[in-house]
């Protein structure tokens, strides 16, 4: 819920993805409880973060004294599929409306949703499959916004250079729609019907992810 998005947020495990998390949400203004159960990991991080403690979180008394049950929303960061299991069904357990978990695996990913998270994410794995599509190199960008839909950033294709956009039936061709183009030096603006592509453009498209495909192949 947007009205939502700057409540503060408790990180438990403070790995390589829950201390950059706690960190940047930090940096963006939101008040961070971060939680781990290695004092070295929290010293390490002393200074940083609004609120540091160490305490194991599959202990419900410590996030009880912590004050985690006052959250709207928490993080769970690890990697160890008995210790991220037990955390994530004690936040359930204490009625955190928002939960989110990462998962090292499909069968952890499962797990981690029946138990009740309310969002799971794979890091490695979704990294694995955007890094594939950018390694071709045809892509500047790549990102799934929907099971289905996605957006890229890229270069205008031979074809529809020098062309305005609404004359060059790409939409019908290809089912894809140029949203913003960046000429050289300059910042995104909203694609119209009246924009023409150049060379040395970068265009953000977007579309299902087989069209946006499809119309990459161009490039
Ligand atoms: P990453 O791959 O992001 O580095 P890790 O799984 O290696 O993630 O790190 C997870 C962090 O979670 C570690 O810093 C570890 O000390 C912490 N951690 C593990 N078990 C618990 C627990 N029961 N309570 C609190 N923190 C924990």
Redesign the pocket.
């Known amino acids: 819920m947007a009205e939502r998005s700057n409540d503060p947020v408790v990180v438990?495990?403070?790995?390589?993805?829950?201390s950059s998390l706690a960190l940047e949400l930090t940096r963006r203004g939101t008040e961070v409880l971060a939680?781990?159960?290695?004092p070295k990991?929290v010293q390490g991080l002393a200074g940083n973060i609004t609120h540091l403690a160490t305490?194991?979180?599959?202990d419900l008394d410590a996030l009880q004294q912590l004050g985690v049950p006052d959250f709207y929303r928490a993080v769970v960061?690890?990697?160890?599929l008995e210790?991220s299991i037990?955390?994530a069904s004690l936040l359930v357990e204490l009625e955190i409306d928002d939960i989110w978990a990462?998962a090292?695996s499909q069968q952890h990913r499962r797990i981690l949703s029946r138990v009740g998270a309310h969002h799971v994410v794979l890091p490695e794995h979704d990294m694995g499959e955007r890094v594939a599509h950018l390694v071709g190199g045809r892509l500047l960008d790549y990102m799934e916004v929907d099971e289905n839909f996605a957006l890229i950033k890229t270069r205008p294709p031979k074809e529809y250079v020098g062309l305005p956009l609404g004359e060059s039936g790409l939409r019908r061709k290809y089912g894809v729609t140029v949203v913003a183009v960046k000429k050289e030096n300059e910042e995104f603006t909203y694609a119209t019907a009246d924009t023409e592509l150049s060379y040395g453009d970068i265009i953000l498209v977007s579309g299902r992810t087989d069209q946006v495909e499809r119309f990459a192949d161009l490039s």
């Open positions: 438990i495990g403070l790995g390589r993805f829950g939680i781990d159960n290695r990991i305490a194991d979180a599959t960061a690890i990697g160890d210790a037990l955390t990462k090292v």
